[in-house]
């Protein structure tokens, strides 16, 4: 049993131009979020998956619509892909709260797992709903192409996760999934396989 998943983070959001984190908040696509969308649409009309899955965020939601219209596919949405929330540094930079709290932005910097922001999101919860969100996607298109729509640092810490990687150097091992950019993993209930890493999509002759 394997199944072969094609995850892309959201495209670009209002926040993206300052950096700051999203997370559970509702953060709409910009113009050029909805041009990375129709992009990774036309991407999978040439690499055509079985199914579609993205999170409940509509910024997932939106960029995974295209894909769904050029397949004839309608995407399903699970609220365990949802993005992790940031607590006291939603819609702020990491750079703002360093100069608020210097030695909390430190310790993150050091270990974002075991010193997360205040009143975040547990990272080792999020990256274990994330990979049993993934593992169950899995085993429900098992020999299928599944394209996986969620988030950056939920898709990061997910890696992670599946390929044994300690969870505190997801930020070193992964700095950032591009948006619409593809990592594809084969993944069996005993193993994972990363195939690729920040497939761009938005390059005519990609694949």
């Known amino acids: 049993m394997s199944a072969t998943l094609l995850l892309a983070r959201h495209g670009q959001t209002v926040w993206h131009a300052e950096n700051r984190y999203a997370g559970v908040s509702d953060v709409p696509l ?32 939106e960029t995974a ?5 050029a397949l004839g596919l309608r995407p399903h949405r699970d ?3 949802r993005e992790c929330d940031f607590g006291v540094v939603e819609g702020r930079t990491l750079a703002e709260f ?14 974002p797992v075991a010193h997360p922001f205040p ?5 080792a919860a999020a990256a274990s709903r994330g990979a049993s969100a993934l593992r169950r996607i899995a085993a429900a298109h098992d020999g299928e192409r599944v394209l996986v729509v969620a988030h950056n640092t939920l898709l990061r ?14 930020r070193r091992v992964f700095p950032r999934l591009r948006n619409t950019a593809v990592t594809e993993l084969r993944l069996t209930p005993a193993s994972c396989a990363l195939l690729s890493l920040n ?3 938005d390059t005519p002759g990609t694949g």
Do not use: K, M
Request: aromatic residues 6%; hydrophobic residues 40%.
């Open 65 to 69: 619509e295209p894909a769904g219209t």
């Open 79 to 81: 609220h365990e892909l």
């Open 157 to 170: 810490l997910v890696l992670c996760e599946l390929l044994a990687i300690p969870l505190g150097n997801y």
């Open 199 to 201: 497939l761009p999509t």
């Open 119 to 123: 009143g975040a999101e547990d990272p």
């Open 30 to 61: 910009t113009e050029e979020g909805r041009a990375q969308a129709r992009r990774l649409g036309e991407w999978a009309g040439a690499h055509p998956v079985d199914a579609i899955w993205t999170s409940t965020l509509s910024r997932a939601i």
């Open 98 to 111: 360093a100069a608020e709290s210097p030695e909390a932005a430190g310790a993150f910097r050091a270990d």
